[in-house]
């Protein structure tokens, strides 16, 4: 083991113990790559899930998916086993819904077809901002060219993204996420983009404060290190990295500014050790 | 005018003197945006072309155009009426397949499919590092995905982009060029891109080498202030703003960092600055 790495797993064990002996009233979770990977269910996560039911311990699925409606999000969920509600979600593209509003903001739409009528009646016309989500498939060349010249067009133009992800993993394969194409759209445009979704700190306070707890009595579950862990940290919560979804080796390089209160092999560890604690 | 506006011109006024001043032995122009826009020429850019002919000032046009077999951009330039042969061209495919031969690496070609013919008897088996072009309408989800995965999974990964360009203006309007896509692959995988083409220095030097000339003695024209006024002035030679293709509005803030060593309407102006300044 390299210099390095022993000194991670230092300071990771010094942090498991942190993370143990805070109080945790509340859990904030990823979906992919903790409860499911692709369209599996990852071993033990619909029990994990049971477990914190059955102890009331408050959570949150707390996901910056945008390829896919909410209403099937939540039935591939249900039928995987999780017994989840709407409540229980927190995405994305209600948290833009919420910022469009207030600022009086006509959004073009940069989603996938399928998504688009989770965006209601929100007025699309002469757009004055673009929302990017992860259109999936449906980026391709016409589609961000379309985009870039209406940011172009615009006198003070606006993006949004819909969580900076760069990738996860699907089930033929990683497979590229949202951040990438706003990339290149904020290196054509100029534009730095407003992300709404994981990292942004209003979007891990916004799920807490529905949980009506404080800050530093959650801990955020995820399989990205910077997106998860860093994010959650960031905004005063604890951070849990599992080693599943794209965590992909044990011996990958330590991340180099980010380390996790704690690693786990998967989500069921995770609320195993939280319930010991808590009992 | 606003204050830095009148800066910048009466740096510029200075520069122009600069570049007056020293002999100018050679030429460099870019295609795009200086010979003609989509696919029409600029006016006058034909006579400025056949006046350095005569005038037998050696030039070479620079261009970092990939989405087109080089037979095609040359046959297109001959339907213009510029009287150009493929000894007057400096494109990246020919410089990239240098590259690939001297390392022996066997790309994966993220190219236009038109434009892999260029590519010759490289061999494409098992690669060791990707080779990205403006691939145009090509750039679609499944093969910006298969190129990461590709990517994700060399022990050593090396990506070439051919260019960085933001954009170049085509006849329907602004169209996306390679750079974007390059910054998108780069964020996914934390790899760094080896740029072959401008503003790459060994580009604009292999170019003034060709013609058998100092770099101080050559002078690059073209409509991107930072790829090929900056980049020309960083290895030494002297770099001119055309107000043609994707120069937009005399009113656009002056660039940060980059000053042009003279800013003219179009092609035509600066040749015959040139010819006038060698007679």
């Not at 369209?39 to 998916?65: C, D, W």
């Not at 133009?157 to 969580?163: A, R, V």
């Not at 590229?176 to 994981?198: R, W």
């Not at 390089?253 to 560890?269: F, R, Y």
């Given at each position: ?29 990823d979906i992919s790559g903790v409860l499911k990977d692709g369209s599996q269910s990852i071993p033990?996560s ?17 996901t910056?998916e945008?390829s896919r409606?909410?209403?099937t999000i939540?039935?591939t969920l249900?039928t995987l ?53 992860d259109?999936a498939e ?29 990738y996860f993993r699907d089930d033929d394969g990683l497979a590229l996420d ?45 399989d ?20 599943t979804g794209k965590y ?32």
């Amino acid at each position: 083991m390299s210099q390095n790495i022993t000194a991670f797993v230092k300071k990771t064990i010094m942090a498991c113990e942190k993370l143990l002996q805070a109080p945790i009233k509340g859990i904030l979770l990823d979906i992919s790559g903790v409860l499911k990977d692709g369209s599996q269910s990852i071993p033990g996560s619909v029990e994990a899930v049971k477990s914190l039911q059955s102890a009331k311990i408050p959570f949150r699925l707390v996901t910056n998916e945008t390829s896919r409606p909410i209403k099937t999000i939540l039935s591939t969920l249900k039928t995987l086993g999780f017994e989840v509600t709407e409540k229980d979600l927190i995405c994305p593209v209600p948290a833009v819904i919420k910022i469009l509003k207030k600022d009086n903001l006509r959004p073009f739409l940069m989603i996938h077809p399928e998504v688009i009528p989770d965006f209601g009646d929100i007025d699309t016309s002469n757009p004055n901002c673009v929302v990017m989500g992860d259109a999936a498939e449906c980026f391709h060349y016409k589609f961000l060219n379309e985009c870039f010249r209406k940011l172009m067009g615009m006198k003070n133009p606006i993006l949004f993204s819909l969580g900076q992800g760069k990738y996860f993993r699907d089930d033929d394969g990683l497979a590229l996420d949202v951040g990438p194409f706003c990339k290149a759209i904020e290196y054509a445009t100029g534009v730095k983009a407003i992300v709404v979704g994981k990292p942004s700190p209003q979007y891990f306070l916004d799920a807490v404060s529905e949980l009506k707890l404080q800050p530093n009595e959650v801990v955020m579950i995820g399989d990205d290190v910077v997106s998860d862990v860093g994010g959650a940290q960031n905004c005063g919560l604890r951070g849990v990295l599992v080693r599943t979804g794209k965590y992909m080796r044990e011996t990958d390089e330590p991340h180099k500014s980010v380390v996790p209160d704690g690693i786990v092999d998967n989500l069921q560890e995770a609320v195993n050790l939280i319930l010991k604690r808590n009992s």
